[in-house]
């Protein structure tokens, strides 16, 4: 079975600090992403990767970074967290198959909340 | 753009019923439609994954039918059951990315 985990499932920060969510996959899957769900608007697509030190910006890219140094591990970074990042944010990964994005798999997900 | 719409927003119904969500999208040309349950503060869990050449995929209770000259989907739930109480999520799959909608939000009452 694959296997997405996410470094935290709740996390509490302050404006203005650096935060760091960490994601792993344990199935050699090419492509990462990130997300953010907030109620009513459902899950935004942040970043995605789809190979090691390859990104690409999502539809809300804004105040936010990533990093994939290693296939297995997707990093999200907050570089000056604000209270309007505070949301639940999901990791997913998936094979390429036949030069498509395949079936997606999702970690647990972080809430984080920014005061 | 593509725009994924699920109606309706939440949907109550007694234990036993046969049940339909909708899944809605404005761009045809799409590869892939992946349904989801979400369970409450949870990730999200696949349930079925329709390829574009396919017209639909069956797991167990859940029945997923994918139209895409209409841009529709339904997942059909037979003999429901207070287990399935989760949000149910529709995904639409562009080039890299999906798109997704906000979800059914079931309630199976015992």
């Known amino acids: 079975d694959v296997k997405v985990t996410q470094s935290s499932r709740y996390l509490v920060k302050r404006t203005g600090e650096k935060v760091f969510l960490e994601c792993v996959q344990d199935m050699d899957h090419e492509n990462m992403f990130w997300y953010r769900q907030d109620p009513g608007l459902g899950l935004r697509l942040i970043y995605f990767s789809y190979d090691v030190k390859m990104k690409e910006k999502g539809d809300i890219p804004e105040g936010y970074s990533v990093s994939r140094e290693k296939k297995e591990r997707f990093s999200l970074i907050l570089e000056s967290a604000s209270t309007n990042q505070t949301s639940m944010y999901l990791c997913a990964s998936s094979l390429v198959f036949s030069g498509t994005v395949y079936e997606q798999y999702f970690g647990p997900g972080t809430r984080l909340t920014v005061t | 753009k593509q725009e994924v719409t699920q109606i309706p927003a939440a949907l109550s119904v007694p234990e036993g019923e046969n049940l339909v969500l909708n899944c809605s999208f404005t761009?045809?040309?799409?590869?892939?439609l992946q349904w989801f349950r979400q369970d409450p503060g949870k990730g999200l869990t696949s349930l079925l994954l329709i390829q574009s050449s396919q017209r639909e995929q069956t797991s167990g209770r859940l029945n997923a039918s994918l139209d895409k000259s209409s841009g529709r989907s339904t997942l059909y739930i037979a003999a429901s059951q207070p287990g399935d109480s989760a949000t149910y999520l529709c995904?639409?799959?562009?080039?890299?990315?999906?798109?997704f909608g906000t979800g059914t939000r079931l309630k199976v009452l015992a």
């Open positions: 995904a639409v799959e562009g080039t890299y990315k999906y798109i």
């Open positions: 761009d045809s040309a799409i590869y892939n």
